[in-house]
């Protein structure tokens, strides 16, 4: 059964090792022991999140109202939250942001595999107080059990392996624990391979190979282009990704502390286009793999956590998290030609206290502190390293009073940039956000929920210090991943806005209906967008301040049809204009879906579709995507081997109608599509 989390009932028990744990929100980290809370929050786990599962995050959730996937390629999907992207949607692997270089550029891998994950928690909208202010789009958070919380009564283990035929892609996901006296032990280890990937049609959309006002010695040159444009495939799209965590607990009557490691190994190709190098034919890909951009990444990361319950009549709970990244990955721009390296060396730690509840009140004070060494290296480096110091002081109470929840925050942040051996200047911002929530329990079966915050956002490093200092900007060093020149600016204000977020939810008989309806204004909002030049054939895209607007909706239904059927049909929209600059860029459409899932004892079956409307608003220089209809299905069945271990085997079309979907969040929309027609076959053994 699927598990959703609306603001009345946020109860979800956690597969495997975390269901006999007492789950916390940890994204609203108040509510360690309460299920209840007033902010839009919703949990993907159990047997949605396994048949949802791909190989990056923004895949993983982009069916999800108000929720899209900006892909690159089928290696990189990052998540767009309400139309924000980047920088202003906040990852987070078990509370601890992921310190990777994924909110730097659209072409960054996000180091999280949700594969593995027991639930990914998104709060859309902007009271993020507790992880920063500037997760004005929302957080992702998540969720494994590399720390353990509990001793498993006895050892665990589960395998699953996976193959996928729209791009030869091959996986392999084991993970065991088990306990040796007071010692939790934790192991996992992912194996992916794939091929480039099939599309059906040409990979690079004909448009963005035609200027209405070249000469004619131009107009031959866009016509040998098409000519070589890829069919059926993308072309320099392969690659594989190993994964190995590692961690332990010592379990203590009042709490636990645990450290854990994880190693991660990534290469993957850029699709050709927008940066040169477009092939005739598979076999033509070795004479022009000089020409073809692929990323190399490695990233290590540890984690040290410890927390404990009742520490004093007035402290109900301590959490401290300390977590150290070293993140590399280099953009190759053929066999041992390295184009520019990106680093970040990252120390965060976190101390929370949470007190007693008092007259109603129940809430968290906390301290955060980041570390950064961040840039890119090497000839074609575009952003200086700098040291990035980030010091937070957050503050969140809720109160609980008959049929009124209501929740109340603030956050206080300096930011410090220092660039390294860079004429590029120092720049510090102070930032505030305040936030507060009500829920109103109307009756047994109705409550509206309204969200009103003021969030501040610091400017980051790549839209301060991107090609900072140019005489000219004939003189831009070019992202060659990205295909473009990318101009920031270290003037930046710090980016304010203001946000109203209203929510219905409804719980009759066999529906449950959800309806949201957002607004966000925003003051000196910082956007990359198209200058409407170019640099040795390469567009200029800029980071502008301007003030913005974004307003949408979102709605989602559940019919129970009998105790096996179950019809969810939703929908979402939104639009957003920069004052002065048009349409807001890459914004997704308005969509409409449904979902028909049958669960027997055995069997379990789905069917679903999802329809993008035309993007026609794509903004300034952009070029609009057509609509598409998505069909998929699958199919699951399940073996009781004895009492504690099941075999399950599951085979799923996705694109079963084989559509042209070019999704209006990518950058990389007209030279790679979305996957065509494909079927996944695989098994799972848990024990």
């Known amino acids: 059964m699927k598990h959703r989390l609306h603001y009345l009932a946020l109860v979800m028990s956690l597969p495997v090792s975390a269901q006999e744990a007492d789950y916390e929100l940890v994204t609203t980290a108040i509510h360690t022991i309460r299920s209840e809370t007033a902010l839009p929050v919703s949990v993907m786990s159990g047997d949605e999140l396994r048949e949802s599962s791909r190989a990056t995050l923004g895949d993983t959730l982009g069916n999800q109202p108000g929720i899209n996937n900006a892909s690159f390629g089928p290696a990189v999907g990052q998540t767009v939250i309400r139309g924000q992207q980047g920088r202003r949607v906040m990852n987070l692997s078990n509370g601890v942001a992921n310190a990777d270089a994924s909110g730097n550029s659209a072409d960054h891998a996000v180091t999280m595999e949700p594969i593995l994950a027991d639930a990914i928690e998104v709060l859309r909208g902007p009271a993020t107080l507790l992880y920063g202010g500037g997760a004005i789009g929302g957080v992702v958070n998540v969720i494994d059990n590399r720390i353990p919380r509990t001793l498993p009564d006895s050892p665990q283990f589960e395998f699953e392996t996976r193959h996928d035929t729209a791009a030869d892609m091959n996986t392999a996901v084991g993970r065991v624990e088990f306990a040796t006296g007071n010692l939790a032990w934790y192991v996992d280890g992912v194996r992916r391979q794939w091929n480039n990937l099939d599309v059906p049609g040409f990979a690079i959309d004909p448009r963005y190979l035609h200027d209405d006002h070249a000469d004619e ?20 799209t392969g690659g594989d990704t190993t994964a190995v965590t590692m961690g332990g607990s010592w379990i203590f009557n009042n709490g636990f502390i645990g450290l854990a490691v994880n190693k991660t190994e990534n290469t ?3 699709p050709p286009g927008n940066h040169g190098g477009h092939d005739e034919s598979e076999e033509d890909e070795e004479s022009h793999e000089g ?60 101390l929370q206290l949470t007190h007693v509840e008092t007259n109603n009140w129940h809430g968290v004070l906390g301290l955060q502190h980041t570390s950064d060494t961040f840039g890119a290296r090497g000839e074609e480096s575009f952003i200086p390293v700098t040291d990035i110091s980030a010091l937070g002081l957050f503050v969140v109470e809720d109160y609980h009073a008959g049929d009124i929840t209501m929740e109340l925050g603030a956050r206080f942040n300096r930011d410090s940039y220092t660039p390294v051996n860079s004429v590029s ?52 060093v070019i992202h060659f991943a990205s295909g473009a020149c990318e101009l920031g600016n270290p003037d930046f204000d710090k980016e304010s ?103 027997g004892d055995a069997w379990s079956a789905h069917v679903s579709v999802l329809h993008g409307f035309e993007q026609d608003r794509p903004g300034n220089w952009e070029i609009a995507t057509d609509s598409y209809t998505r069909w998929d299905a699958g199919v699951e069945y399940t073996f009781g081997l004895d009492s504690r271990s099941e075999l399950q085997i599951f085979a799923r079309g996705r694109n079963i109608s084989d559509d042209e979907i070019r999704l209006a969040t990518s950058y990389l929309r007209g030279y790679a599509p979305e996957a065509g027609r494909s079927i996944e076959v695989g098994m799972r053994f848990t024990y």
Not at 222 to 232: C, I, K, P, S, V
Not at 455 to 464: C, W, Y
């Open 217 to 236: 010695e131009e107009e031959t040159d866009h016509e040998e282009e098409l000519a070589e444009n890829t069919q059926g495939f993308i072309a320099n």
């Open 268 to 270: 993957y190709g850029l």
């Open 291 to 350: 020409e073809l951009v692929y990323i190399d990444m490695e990233s290590t990361r540890a984690d040290l956590t410890g927390e404990w319950l009742d520490v004093s009549p007035w402290i109900e709970h301590v959490d401290y998290r300390l977590t150290w990244t070293d993140y590399t990955h280099a953009e190759m721009e053929g066999p041992g030609i390295e184009g520019t390296r990106y680093d970040n060396d990252s120390w965060q730690q976190r």
């Open 425 to 476: 200047p120092d720049r510090d911002y102070s930032t505030s956000s305040y936030s507060a929530a009500l829920l109103w329990d109307m009756s047994m079966t109705s409550s509206v929920g309204l969200t009103w915050s003021h969030s501040q956002r610091a400017p980051s490093v790549e839209e301060l210090y991107s090609n900072n200092g140019l005489a000219d900007v004939d003189d831009c």
């Open 497 to 599: 806005s203001w946000n109203l977020d209203a929510t219905l939810y409804i719980e009759r008989g066999a529906l449950n209906a959800t309806l949201t309806a957002f607004y966000n204004t925003f003051e000196d909002y910082i956007a990359l967008v198209d200058a409407g030049s170019e640099v040795d054939g390469f567009p200029v895209r800029q980071y502008r301040q301007m003030d913005a607007r974004f307003s949408g909706v979102e709605v989602d239904t559940t019919f129970m049809l009998s105790d096996y059927l179950e019809l969810q049909v939703f929908g979402d929209a939104i639009i957003g204009r920069l004052d002065g600059n048009g349409d807001a860029p890459r914004l997704p459409p308005a969509r409409l879906g449904s979902r028909l899932d049958y669960h």
